[in-house]
């Protein structure tokens, strides 16, 4: 059995203002996941459980970063056919960013990663990021495509899967919330054609009449973990060092020297 990570004392929900106070935080991170049909052997929650892993490794790797309180409604539109799928609108989520942002700044809080684990998710929260840069002068850091970046850092030691209620959520759940998974009930649906070079918008239901895909028979505990830890150094490096530079954009992400 793999030992779950605690970061209990990183989420906002949790803590009084002294602890907050005493915390020393400039930082917030926001998970979005979604409240979404995975086949019957996951919960609705699979992607906010994602999202607020992910969230709570980076915050840890910032070292001065608090967790919010997850979005638990995504966009999810797509997916909407499949029964209890709850989603926003595009402009919906961008709004709640936009007010989460602007609750930030009236404490004076500037820096703010967004963590969405939900394929709906980024491009309303990157026009809420646009939006906030042109409103504020504010740099919001996204964080999303774990599926990808995942496998790629794990390519020889994990297949890890690109699917949605695939091994590799499946392995996320395992590995974050047992509890809720129910991998006896998987039934494989392997996807043999992804990763398109152009992308295809409508419903998701014509793609994947089950309502998911992939083989979450092979999901586990370890590749959940792996996933995590593997993610969370690659970004944990990079979001140090955006901690470092002011959490603005600059010539340190170019290595291109001003001429003014
Ligand atoms: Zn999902």
Redesign the pocket.
């Known amino acids: 059995m793999t030992d779950r990570k605690d970061f209990k004392h990183l989420q906002l929900e949790r803590l009084t203002p002294k602890e907050v106070r005493e915390g020393g935080f400039d930082t917030a991170v926001l998970p979005v996941g979604a409240t979404?049909y995975?086949g019957d052997h996951l919960p609705y929650c699979?992607?906010t459980l994602m999202a607020v892993a992910l969230s709570e490794r980076f915050a840890a790797e910032i070292g001065t970063a608090l967790v919010l309180p997850p979005v638990a409604y995504g966009m999810s539109l797509h997916l909407i056919k499949w029964p209890w799928t709850m989603s926003v609108r595009p402009e919906t989520l961008t709004a709640i960013v936009i007010d989460v942002a602007e609750s930030l700044l009236a404490h004076g809080i500037t820096r703010l990663l967004v963590v969405p684990a939900?394929d709906g998710n980024p491009g309303p929260i990157e026009s809420a990021a646009r939006e906030l840069n042109d409103r504020h002068g504010l740099t919001v850091a996204l964080f999303s495509g774990w599926q990808s970046l995942g496998r790629r850092l794990l390519a020889g030691r994990y297949d890890i899967d690109l699917d949605?209620?695939g091994s590799s959520?499946m392995s996320i759940v395992l590995y974050t919330a047992p509890d809720l998974a129910r991998q006896q009930r998987a039934v494989d649906v392997p996807n043999q054609q992804m990763d398109h070079p152009v992308r295809v918008f409508g419903p998701f239901s014509n793609v994947v009449p089950h309502g998911y895909s992939g083989q979450p028979s092979k999901g586990s505990a370890e590749e959940g973990s792996a996933i995590l830890d593997a993610i969370a150094a690659e970004a944990g490096t990079f979001l140090r060092e955006l901690a470092a530079n002011g959490w603005v954009n600059g010539s340190w992400m170019s290595g291109i020297a001003r001429e003014d």
């Open positions: 979404e995975h699979t992607d939900h949605h209620g959520e």
